[in-house]
């Protein structure tokens, strides 16, 4: 790895994580429907949702195929059953900041579709409701839904996304959570590719190595003298997403093993985040560091107890 001049250094980390005010992330689950005559409803309605607030400038959905592959191996499912207190793993897995999903159901003449519009960060969960006559159109009844639900997210989007603490603040505090004490040596690689080209610099493995630095944590590589207490090996991968205007999206997955070396005990952790610029590959490199911070902040403490 390059090592860059200390003013040019000095400049990086100052940088805002992002370059412009990224789009807000946004996961539609599917609803529930249990009613008679409305049990294909549910999948319907989360189609039509997803498909009418991606239309929305500040917002961006996450396909269904990135859901299902995000979530295949866990047991929260694409269903209405998504709750406030899941919606921090969720966000973890996806990289959403909000939530949404809820019922459709029948209430004497009436057509009810109720949203639950849940944060990933914060855990607050505000609700909407569109209603109709027991003939109307699944595509009524969502239109009608995806308005209400987006002005909500506008409107409380101080509530929904926790706020935004510079670098300097995150290390601070989690300096002040670690323990007193020396700090064990780490190895951290992890190799990571765009679009199926391995990048020269891993912006994650950058990150982290950073951070743990910063935390008084000693750093060593493959051609160190000293063994690593811990190594901290995985794979990074970024692709492009959709594009909002000038600026490009891309979205990022950070997957970890970090091993004891002294009696190989083995945790794991995982990160996915999103990423805005207005060009590309700068965007993935975005979403990447900020996966690595989000990972560092969790690890820390695990190697000092």
Same mark, same amino acid.
């Given at each position: 790895m390059k090592t860059l001049p200390t003013t040019l250094l000095a400049l990086f980390l100052c940088a805002p994580v992002f370059a412009a005010a990224p789009p807000l992330t946004v996961a539609v689950f599917n609803f529930e429907a249990t009613d008679e005559g409305l049990r294909d409803a549910g999948p319907k309605i989360a189609i039509l949702l997803n498909a009418l607030l991606s239309a929305e400038g500040d917002l961006v959905t996450l396909e269904r195929a990135e859901l299902d592959k995000a979530l295949g191996e866990q047991e929260l499912g694409l269903s209405g059953t998504v709750k406030a207190e899941t919606a921090a793993k969720v966000g973890q897995l996806t990289g959403a900041k909000v939530l949404v999903t809820g019922r459709v159901f029948r209430a004497g003449n009436e057509t009810l579709a109720v949203a639950k519009i849940i944060?990933?960060?914060?855990? =607050?969960?505000?609700?909407?409701?569109?209603?109709?006559?027991?003939?109307?159109?699944?595509?009524?009844?969502?239109?009608?839904?995806?308005?209400?639900?987006? #002005?909500? %997210?506008?409107? #409380?989007?101080?509530?929904?996304?926790?706020?935004?603490?510079? =670098?300097?603040? =995150?290390?601070?505090?989690?300096? #002040? @959570?670690?323990?007193?004490?020396?700090? +064990?040596?780490?190895?951290? =690689? %992890? +190799?990571?590719?765009?679009?199926?080209?391995?990048?020269?610099? +891993?912006?994650?493995?950058?990150?982290?190595?950073? %951070?743990?630095?910063?935390?008084?944590?000693?750093?060593? /590589?493959?051609? @160190?003298?000293?063994? +690593? /207490?811990?190594? %901290?090996?995985?794979?990074?991968?970024?692709e492009r997403g959709p594009r909002k205007g000038n600026l490009q999206i891309c979205k990022a997955r950070v997957e970890l093993k970090i091993r004891a070396t002294a009696t190989g005990a083995l945790f794991v952790d995982r990160q996915t985040s999103v990423g805005v610029d207005l060009a590309e590959h700068i965007a993935a490199k975005t979403a990447l560091q900020t996966a690595g911070a989000d990972l560092a902040e969790r690890l820390a403490p695990k190697l000092v107890k």
């Open positions: 944060s990933a960060e914060t855990s =607050r969960v505000f609700g909407e409701i569109a209603r109709g006559n027991a003939e109307v159109s699944l595509s009524d009844l969502a239109t009608d839904l995806a308005g209400k639900i987006g #002005k909500t %997210i506008a409107a #409380k989007g101080e509530m929904l996304v926790a706020k935004v603490r510079t =670098r300097e603040e =995150r290390l601070a505090a989690l300096k #002040k @959570s670690l323990k007193d004490g020396p700090r +064990p040596s780490v190895l951290v =690689r %992890i +190799p990571e590719v765009h679009l199926g080209t391995p990048a020269v610099d +891993p912006a994650a493995e950058t990150e982290i190595g950073l %951070i743990l630095r910063e935390c008084g944590f000693t750093l060593v /590589d493959a051609k @160190s003298t000293t063994k +690593p /207490d811990f190594e %901290i090996l995985g794979e990074a991968f970024s």
